[in-house]
């Protein structure tokens, strides 16, 4: 009879079996962390912290950070760095509000300037990267200064203010109850759709795919002990 994991778990000493255990609990490390942050600023503010009104304004105040991060995330797994993200944000973000209220162009195109200026860049210095050969730390250093000098001197040092109020509910207004829970579901449904589709690609090539069955096995045993 081959060889099982069960078999393989009753040869284990006690303290393999802790190092395992332990390795497993450090992917959750952080999330614990996080709980017990959450849990001392709750008490600290009294019952403040973890109300819907403050999740709300944390969202909206942390929704630049998590867009950046996403981007950050494909750039670091490929082993670079991106110094002028910032930097690039700032011009990018000046730009549109030059166009539309300065130039008086309108929502839509200070919106697509604002896009192909961060298209235009992004490629130019994915260019210099991967083709040139520069190292992405010295590309994006130099970004970091350059972009930030552009829009000092395309604003000149001004504070630029956006009337309009369809612009301003971009980043202000609150979409209803009803329509986030249609996108909440929206997104589980498209996640869950993504890893349907992955598991079935690596199936009709011969790839090792995730046993969802025994997973389900795996924690319904868990629970009745």
């Known amino acids: 009879r081959p060889t099982t994991a069960a078999d393989f778990a009753t040869t284990l000493t006690r303290k393999e079996r802790f190092k395992a255990l332990a390795g497993e609990w450090r992917a959750y490390t952080i999330l614990f962390a996080l709980a017990v942050i959450w849990l001392f600023f709750h008490f600290l503010t009294g019952g403040v912290f973890l109300s819907a009104r403050n999740f709300s304004n944390l969202m909206l105040q942390t929704s630049v950070t998590g867009v950046l991060a996403v981007g950050m995330l494909m750039v670091i797994v490929t082993g670079q760095i991106d ?34 200026v961060g298209l235009v860049i992004g490629l130019f210095q994915g260019f210099l990267t991967a083709y040139v050969n520069i190292p992405a730390f010295i590309v994006t250093l130099g970004g970091l200064l350059a972009w930030r000098g552009a829009i000092l001197g395309i604003s000149k040092g001004q504070t630029i203010p956006i009337s309009d109020p369809i612009y301003r509910s971009i980043g ?54």
């Open 172 to 225: 202000q207004c609150f979409v209803a109850p009803y329509f986030g829970w249609i996108l909440a579901i929206a997104s589980v449904l498209v996640v869950a759709w993504f890893v349907i589709r992955r598991s079935r690609a690596r199936a009709s090539h011969g790839l090792e795919t995730v046993n969802w069955t025994s997973i389900s096995w795996q924690i319904d045993r868990k629970s009745t002990r």
């Open 83 to 116: 110094l002028s993200v910032g930097s690039l944000v700032g011009l990018t973000g000046g730009i549109s509000a030059v166009v539309l209220t300065w130039w008086g162009w309108g929502l839509v195109p200070s919106l697509l300037a604002a896009l192909v």
